[in-house]
């Protein structure tokens, strides 16, 4: 568990009991030692938290704790809503809990009104008429392949039906209506290439990094465009 996500379980755990609970117990609830709970009770005190209480006597949230990072205009909460939405229905299956769990915890930490303008947004995402082939397996496998950097081995299949076996360092994922397009560089074709999923046989992650890493790849992608419109 990162530091933010157990510092808002220790928050929602204040939250639900009025009276105060011992250090010991929060630290057995958090899986953390007395230490590292005392610390995390400082870091929520520094950004506004009023926590009553020290070592020995126990804790107790006295009013609700508003994050100031999270006070949203109404067209912001839109925003965000109609993003996380559009993310659950055509990301992959992880990407998709993600955005469930976000905008559960976004909603818990938003003051009553606001919370409730997120609850009852009325933007939504229609089924296209021609939905993109969605490859969830694969598109969990890229994903992880661009967060750890890792060279990617695929058995790919171009628009002509031929099938070739290429190694890849993916560095971003374009989501478009029809498709959807992997940006990486080929070791094959010792350039930057776009492969779409849908036309992947065979994807198999390789345990080595590769490099330059993935954003000095996207900067040079990013100027090989440029250079092109200027052209």
């Avoid at 976000?102 to 947004?121: E, F, R, T, Y």
């Avoid at 009325?122 to 060279?151: M, W, Y």
């Avoid at 628009?159 to 993916?170: D, L, N």
Wanted: with cysteine.
């Amino acid at each position: 568990m990162s530091k933010s996500e157990r510092l808002f379980t220790l928050l929602q755990i204040l939250r639900g009991h009025k009276y105060p609970l011992q250090g010991t117990v929060l630290a057995q609830r958090l899986n953390i030692s007395l230490r590292t709970l005392y610390r995390d009770i400082d870091s929520l005190r520094a950004q506004g938290a009023n926590i009553e209480g020290e070592a020995g006597i126990g804790y107790l949230l006295r009013k609700e704790f508003e994050l100031s990072k999270l006070m949203l205009t109404e067209s912001e909460i839109e925003a965000l809503v109609l993003g996380m939405r559009w993310v659950k229905r055509y990301a992959d299956s992880e990407l998709s809990q993600a955005a469930e769990n976000g905008l559960s915890k976004i909603s818990a930490l938003l003051p009553p009104h606001l919370s409730q303008q997120l609850q009852n947004s009325a933007l939504f995402i229609a089924s296209s008429n021609n939905p993109a082939t969605f490859l969830d397996g694969i598109f969990i496998k890229l994903r992880h392949a661009i967060q750890q950097q890792l060279k990617v081995k695929l058995t790919y299949r171009d628009e002509k039906q031929q099938s070739s076996q290429r190694i890849i360092y993916p560095f971003a994922i374009g989501f478009f209506e029809q498709a959807q397009l992997v940006t990486a560089w080929c070791e094959l074709r010792q350039a930057f290439r776009h492969f779409r999923p849908d036309r992947i046989l065979a994807i198999e992650l390789s345990d080595e990094q590769y490099q330059p890493d993935r954003t000095l790849l996207l900067q040079r992608w990013q100027k090989t465009l440029g250079d092109c419109t200027r052209g």
